[in-house]
């Protein structure tokens, strides 16, 4: 685990030696253990290393037997030593017990299809010397962050966009066409990020570069594979054969792995699975000094019932507040999920005893945790039995109508899975947002920057279209963005057992009456949570990282800090002041919450100011 920074050589008067390893130093929470480079003529490369595989032998960047090639490697490769016995066979030399290597020679033997044999999480980027060509790709699921920035000639890449701060070739700018999406969504559903220029290598992609130009594709994309036969036993032992292998895959280190628990049911099968394998593992768990808004005691129960440690902290208000222009600074672009924040302390914790911990991200989109899904699952049922003109007309005369009960269903029964998409107008829906922005909104709606990935599924059911959808933006941009972001932030590796190759593959064929229907989520996995975890626990609803944001911002010290914001230089240059006031105001009466409104805002504020502002935070060193 660590992370790496790169680019390009191509500025005759650079000092490419001082400008990489300041690119890897503005990333060495990522890796605080070592720091090395590599430099030619064409390219240069900075690697920053959290060592928990091969503690001694692992440094990178790593060369392959002739040092035709060489690798930066950030994740795990949890099937290496199978991979490693495959290519030791077809001849290739190790000079490490790295899962790294693994990548290098298998580059060497199979060229870009050695991604389909990777079991992990991962981002890297190999330099082949003789080709001149430069290959990078990412997981198949987006766990690992890749970005790149392209822009007059310029190429350059790594783990975070922080790190192209310090090459001098970099045009930070903000991409002032966007904010809108921003507001909608949380984050940009595409390729695309907050800085011009600055892309996300996208999910199962990998990319090539030559002097001969730019291209990347996508190498793996996933396909549902319904199967109608077992029963919801048989699929509940399918669910526990396949995630206890994957739970046991995910702890291979040479240094402790723990836990992180909560109250729900993802995070306690991990840890179920983990004891029940005979690992005596440390968990960690995070609450608010609010008895209302925390978990603790749950996750103590559960604990002390399995005879396992807890180790858990809470936090105040102050603590909140007072932490965000390090955790925006920390996401490279700004994330107003309030869940960030006790996630950024969680890890801290949890840093001072472990360098690795398994969480429970992703169980939600591969088997249907959500609630939008189970409202999904109502409006699927209602689009078989009643014909297309029908509920057309019938949404078009209730949204003519007032308000009455019933007419949020009739209204979105008419629109297809893309126009009713809910993650689109999570924050603010399209009409609504541009009476808080200075410039006048372009470009598509929310709904249509995010049809492409419907259209992908396009006649599935709308239960399965949204769980697809989901994975690829909400999981990818969101929920892995804040997990690595907040981890990596205090050097501590997470690891989601979910979200492993095979346990996809067998969530691919469970029909959505297993996953979310009949008021029921995550029904399969509770069923097959139900043999080991008590009720209480596979049976609770699912309640994220709740927390008093909303109260905070009604009392007096959080109130005018915000309003502060939204009264300063930087809220006059993109938003329209007295409308935030004036939202902030309505929130603070109680007669509305407004609280993920008003936190987007403010979120955004934060981070410009740590990227944009006059600080010298993200400032070019070189």
Request: glycine share 6%.
């Amino acid at each position: 685990m660590c992370g790496f920074a790169g680019f390009i050589n191509n500025y005759a008067d650079l000092d490419a030696a001082r400008v990489i390893e300041l690119m890897g130093d503005r990333i060495k929470h990522r890796g605080p253990d070592d720091a090395q480079y590599y430099i030619d003529d064409e390219v240069a490369l900075a690697f920053r290393r959290l060592s928990i595989i091969d503690l001694e032998g692992g440094r990178q960047p790593l060369f392959n037997e002739d040092e035709s090639m060489v690798l930066v490697f950030n994740g795990e490769i949890y099937n290496f030593p199978e991979l490693r016995e495959e290519l030791i066979a077809r001849g290739h030399v190790f000079a490490t017990k790295s899962d790294s290597e693994t990548i290098l020679h298998g580059y060497e033997e199979y060229g870009r299809g050695i991604l389909d044999r990777l079991r992990g999480m991962f981002a890297f980027a190999i330099w082949d010397k003789n080709e001149k060509k430069l290959f990078g790709a990412r997981d198949i699921f987006g766990i690992k962050p890749y970005y790149y920035y392209r822009e007059n000639g310029l190429f350059l890449f790594g783990s975070e966009i922080k790190s192209f701060l310090d090459h001098p070739g970099f045009d930070k700018r903000i991409d002032r066409t966007r904010i809108a999406d921003y507001l909608s969504y949380e984050y940009l559903p595409d390729e695309n990020t907050l800085f011009e220029g600055v892309y996300k290598l996208m999910p199962g992609s990998y990319f090539e570069w030559t002097e001969d130009g730019f291209t990347t594709e996508r190498y793996y994309n996933p396909t549902y594979a319904i199967d109608e036969d077992p029963s919801l036993d048989e699929w509940a032992s399918s669910i526990e054969d396949v995630f206890s292998e994957s739970v046991r895959a995910h702890q291979i280190a040479d240094v402790e792995v723990g836990g992180f628990l909560s109250s729900g049911v993802d995070s306690s099968y991990v840890v179920d699975r983990v004891f029940a394998q005979g690992t005596k593992i440390r968990t960690f768990s995070v609450g608010y000094e609010e008895e209302q808004y925390s978990e603790l005691s749950y996750a103590k129960q559960f604990s002390d019932e399995l005879g396992v440690e807890n180790i858990s902290n809470k936090i105040s208000a102050a603590d909140f507040f007072d932490a965000m222009p390090d955790i925006q600074y920390y996401m490279d672009e700004p994330l107003p999920n309030p869940s960030e924040n006790p996630l950024y302390f969680l890890a801290e914790s949890a840093a001072k005893h472990v360098k690795v911990v398994l969480s429970g991200e992703g169980a939600d989109e591969l088997f249907g945790g959500y609630p939008n899904y189970l409202a999904e699952a109502h409006l699927g049922t209602y689009c078989k039995r009643v014909p297309r003109p029908v509920r057309r007309a019938l949404g078009a005369v209730a949204g003519k109508l007032p308000r009455f009960k019933g007419r949020h269903f009739l209204v979105h029964g008419a629109m297809e899975p893309w126009e009713r998409f809910s993650r689109a107008d999570y924050v603010f829906e399209n009409e609504d947002r541009q009476r808080f922005l200075k410039d006048p909104i372009t470009g598509p709606t929310p709904q249509e920057r995010s049809r492409r990935y419907f259209d992908h599924v396009e006649g599935l059911d709308a239960v399965t279209q949204l769980q697809y959808v989901d994975m690829q933006t909400w999981m990818a941009f969101d929920i892995l963005l804040k997990a690595d972001r907040m981890s990596m932030a205090h050097s501590l590796e997470l690891r989601v057992p979910f979200l492993d190759k095979r346990v996809l593959e067998l969530a691919l064929k469970i029909p959505s009456r297993y996953r979310a229907a009949n008021d029921e989520s995550k029904i399969a996995l509770r069923h097959a949570a139900a043999r080991h975890l008590p009720e209480r626990v596979y049976g609770k609803e699912k309640l994220g990282f709740p927390s008093p944001l909303a109260t905070w911002l009604r009392e007096d010290e959080y109130y005018e800090r915000v309003k502060a914001a939204f009264t300063g230089e930087t809220a006059h240059e993109f938003f329209v002041p007295e409308a935030l006031v004036k939202l902030l105001d309505e929130h603070r009466s109680g007669q509305v919450s407004h609280m993920q409104k008003i936190w987007s805002f403010y979120t955004f504020i934060v981070w410009y100011e740590e990227f944009f502002g006059t600080g010298n935070r993200a400032q070019c060193r070189a």
